[in-house]
């Protein structure tokens, strides 16, 4: 019904920056929100950022200040602007959209992000 496809490089430096998408496509009537959580090995998977469709914002303490989450609505599309890279970051990064009337919640496949020292 609904499918998220995320995009963005995967190998980044320490104190760099990447670029992360996520497309939403599909039977969409409104999305209420989206955006990414991450997993390390070993770990739970956690909420990095979140953005509404009204443009409130919700970040994890780790990567305040560091990441940026905008949505192009007219597109369905949320991206993350990932700077200031940690090798702490590196994690597969899922997206995620909350959709329709029933709030259905969706994801992505997951994206690998490796940060180097």
């Known amino acids: 019904q609904v499918q998220l496809v995320e995009s963005g490089g995967g190998l980044g430096q320490a104190g760099g920056a990447l670029r992360r998408s996520c497309a939403a496509s599909?039977?969409?009537?409104?999305?209420?929100?989206m955006g990414w959580s991450r997993q390390a090995p070993g770990k739970q998977r956690d909420l990095v950022a979140s953005?509404?469709?009204?443009?409130?914002?919700n970040y994890a303490d780790y990567v305040k200040g560091r990441f940026t989450i905008s949505r192009d609505n007219a597109k369905n599309t949320v991206y993350l602007q990932m700077n200031s890279l940690k090798p702490e970051d590196t994690a597969v990064y899922y997206c995620?959209?909350?959709?329709?009337?029933?709030?259905?919640?969706?994801w992505g496949q997951g994206t690998q992000v490796t940060v180097s020292s």
């Open positions: 953005i509404t469709s009204g443009g409130s914002t």
């Open positions: 995620y959209a909350v959709v329709g009337i029933r709030a259905a919640s969706y």
């Open positions: 599909g039977t969409i009537l409104s999305i209420d929100a």
